[in-house]
């Protein structure tokens, strides 16, 4: 969408072809509306000149289709934002768009691939900001998917198997940034995720929240550990850690997790 504006009804070569416009992509949506059954998701996309007279256009949609799902890109009202290329959280219901390579579609001379364990550190930054991933996969010509979209997609996916606990219904929450693993929340658990080996013991200085028991979330093994105020030391862990690319480690709370200090900029508090 174009900035709005004054400037914006400029990139119209009038009104009446900014009526014909409106009028026709409005066609258009009423028949994918009305012709294909239920429409889960409605996903504006483009640089389209504003004005669109999205609010009116979004309640004929919601009309046909009262259980749709619309993002923010036509104005409101809407359902969820959107971000592309980045993890940026936006308030309420928001989803990362990201691609497996570089590109959108098909590219036959894009070899930067994501490894799995890139993939895997998008999906939990989205899930510790309380949002969606959208991972985009260009099929080529033929109609099918890459080989190596297929393989990072497959181990990821076998991973997700073994620890798909963490996710459905991820929370926000304010635990630091630190490099050894990232923090998930959902409930009374605290998911640890570990790209990095931290050794026989690990430090966590960040709860306040009293920690019952610690365990893999891939196998269910528990975890030694003992705690003192903010500090918890997971003790005894195997080298190297027994998941890859990423083990998770399960700490059961009683209570809902609070920080020990939220953060609040960039940089970790005192």
Known sequence: MAQKGASAHTDWAGEEARQR?????????????????????????????????????????????????????????FDFRNCEQTVNPKPGPWEACMTLNSNWGWHAGDTHWKTPGDVIELLINCASKGGNLLLNVGPMADGTLPPESTA????????????????????????AWNNS?????????????????????????????????????????????????????????PVPLPDSPVTTIVLDTDDPPVPATEQTTFWIPD
């Open 152 to 175: 990072i997609l497959g181990e990821v996916g076998s991973w997700l198997t073994r620890n798909r606990e963490f996710l459905p219904d991820s929370e926000r929450h304010g635990f």
């Open 21 to 77: 416009f409106v009028a026709f992509y409005r066609e258009q949506l009423r028949e994918l509306m009305t012709g294909y059954g239920p429409i889960d998701i409605l996903w504006y996309d483009g640089c389209i000149p504003a004005p669109f007279d999205g609010e009116e256009t979004n309640a004929m949609v919601r009309a046909l289709q009262p259980e749709i799902l619309i993002n923010e890109r036509n104005g409101e009202p």
């Open 181 to 237: 693993c990232q923090v998930t929340v959902r409930g009374k658990r605290i998911y640890l995720h570990f790209h990095n080996q931290p050794g026989p013991e690990f430090c966590w200085a960040e709860t306040n929240t009293t920690v019952l028991a610690a365990r893999f979330l891939a196998t269910g093994n528990p975890i030694a550990f003992a705690q003192d105020g903010t500090r918890l030391t997971l003790k005894n862990l």
